[in-house]
């Protein structure tokens, strides 16, 4: 899957890139039968104007496997941006349903036209409004049905957590995506409900990383 123009914005070491292109050119090949319809939904939010902010392949792939594996019914994404991630989950699992919830209108617009074009929009459900706006909403809807909103042994990921290594860098403390983040880590560290790791990650979209907590 070539993104080469894809993540221009971000500060890449030409090695990342070249394993990713290695990588996925065997383990996701132009054969796969999405490979072009994934380029594709990638190449079109970049031509509507949406941010560089796509969750990278390996990421989006990892993500949908971890759906996979769990057997996951039901999954919840906070800040779907053009619905990379989502159709990623849809794609490589046919019984998965997938709630995105997207506060920027605009970008809402572009995730439903992405889902469409890859034939999931029975399956992927894109909602207007913010994250803490909504799951109020969708937990008393859960809460109705008498469902738990994750089951214990659910995963919730965090994408974006590392920040380049700025969460430990004393001159970005400041930043509101640092202090952000290590709200984040921290919070997961004092919470009894969850056991949670950092993974750290470098490829073509820079160095960042994802947290992983399970509920126990």
Known sequence: MSTENVFVAHKRDPKWIAV??????????????????????????????????????????F?????????????????T?????????????????????????????????N?????????????????LDVIPKLQQEVNAATIPMILPGGCIFVDNIVRKGNIVSEEYQGEEGVIGARQVIEGAGKDERVDAV????????????????VVK
Not at 96 to 105: C, K, L, N, R, S
């Open 115 to 131: 889902i469409t074009m890859a034939g999931v929009a029975d399956r992927v459900t894109v909602i207007v409004g913010a994250g």
């Open 198 to 213: 950092v993974l750290q990650t470098v490829g073509e979209k820079s160095y960042d990383g994802v947290l992983m907590a």
């Open 63 to 79: 993500l949908a496997l971890q759906c996979r594996i769990g057997k996951v019914e039901h999954a919840l994404e906070i800040g």
């Open 20 to 61: 990713d292109g290695y990588t996925l050119s065997h383990l996701h090949p132009e054969s796969h039968p999405h490979h072009k319809l994934l380029n594709d939904v990638l190449i079109n939010i970049r031509n509507q104007g949406l941010p560089s902010i796509s969750t990278y392949p390996v990421l989006a792939k």
């Open 81 to 113: 941006l053009g619905g990379y991630t989502a159709i990623w989950i849809a794609t490589q699992n046919p019984r998965t349903y997938v709630t995105a919830i997207e506060i920027d209108p605009r970008h809402a617009e572009v995730a439903r036209q």
